[in-house]
């Protein structure tokens, strides 16, 4: 891809128009559904930015967990999702932008949202993800920890990079290879928990 090219609400419309979802799994990414089976509290409120498909909602809302909140920027997304989750009063879909966002919650999900985009937001990413999040909330789900041949999407990146953007916000929990990684990613993604300080 062009680096030069505007990774912007139209150019992520267009790939679900187009069904170009090469990062989609089609089910609930395995570091995630070995995270949310341990979590004991179906109250959370729970984000999921960057949704996607929102298998990890789905499964959410098939273990009862009663607040979550996906968010998009893809209006041809959020409409089928909205279709989708029509019925169910537990989930918020929202059409917009994670930077802009405003709202309260105590865990936030990351799957392929940090590494869709642009490198230059990192910082604005953290900072974002630090407003969001309540005391002592948690940010916990997979990262890459290599770098691509190719310009991104995705965007890769490194566990020293990681530890130098998060530390001063957050206390690392767990920061580590991910042992249960989709197998098309075994290998290259780190596991984190991260607590806001």
């Given at each position: 891809m062009n680096k030069d090219r505007n990774l912007d609400q139209n150019f992520w419309n267009e790939r679900y128009l187009l069904n170009e979802t090469g990062w989609d799994l089609g089910q609930i990414s395995p570091p995630l559904k070995a995270y949310i089976d341990q979590l004991s509290d179906k109250n959370l409120r729970v984000l999921i930015p960057g949704c996607g498909n929102?298998?990890?909602?789905e499964y959410l809302l098939e273990h009862g967990f009663t607040d979550i909140t996906v968010i998009d920027i893809a209006p041809a997304l959020v409409d089928r999702l909205k279709s989708k989750f029509r019925a169910n009063q537990?989930?918020?879909i929202i059409l917009g932008d994670f930077f802009t966002h405003k709202a309260e919650y105590d865990l936030v999900l990351e799957q392929t949202f940090f590494c869709a985009l642009n490198p230059e937001l990192r910082k604005s990413y953290v900072e974002a993800m630090s407003g969001l999040l309540a005391r002592d909330?948690?940010?916990a789900g997979v990262l890459f920890n290599r770098e691509f041949e190719t310009q991104g999407p995705p965007f890769g990146g490194t566990d020293t990079e990681y530890l130098a953007l998060f530390g001063d916000g957050f206390k690392f929990k767990i920061f580590e290879p991910c042992y249960n990684s989709f197998?098309?990613?075994?290998d290259s993604e780190l596991f984190i928990i991260l607590e806001k300080k």
């Open positions: 929102s298998y990890e909602a537990n989930i918020k909330g948690k940010l197998s098309k990613r075994a």
